[in-house]
């Protein structure tokens, strides 16, 4: 079993900044950020393997967002720039242990955190 732990939501101005944080209980092979909107689906916005050596980045965020992941404090990140009313949704952190582009693959989920971008 792993505990996730999200913080760093809140509301910010179109093309402002937010970096969000997820401290785990152990390390997995593969971490995650995904985000749900209202009256949609939950959906990948990037994910991390074990070494940080290879992401993923849904193509709504590339260039904007960055995942990253500091093993020595269990703990990762994703630094989010340039925001858009778009990316308002609930923020999910998520482990698993095999691919890192699959929601399937993600066994383990934080509680959520709220991103709201006004115009």
């Known amino acids: 079993q792993v505990q996730l732990v999200e913080s760093g939501g809140g509301l910010v101005q179109a093309g402002g900044s937010l970096r969000l944080s997820c401290v785990a209980s152990r390390r997995t092979y593969a971490m995650g950020w995904f985000r749900q909107a209202p009256g949609k689906e939950r959906v990948i916005v990037a994910g991390?393997?074990?070494?940080?050596?290879?992401?993923y980045y849904a193509d709504s965020v590339k260039g904007r967002f960055t995942i990253s992941r500091d093993n020595a404090k269990n703990t990762m990140y994703l630094q989010m720039n340039s925001l858009k009313p778009e990316d308002t949704a609930v923020y999910y952190c998520a482990a698993g242990h095999r691919a890192i582009a699959t929601k399937e693959s993600y066994d383990y989920w934080g509680q959520g955190t709220q991103v709201t971008v006004s115009s």
């Open positions: 991390i393997t074990w070494s940080g050596g290879t992401t």
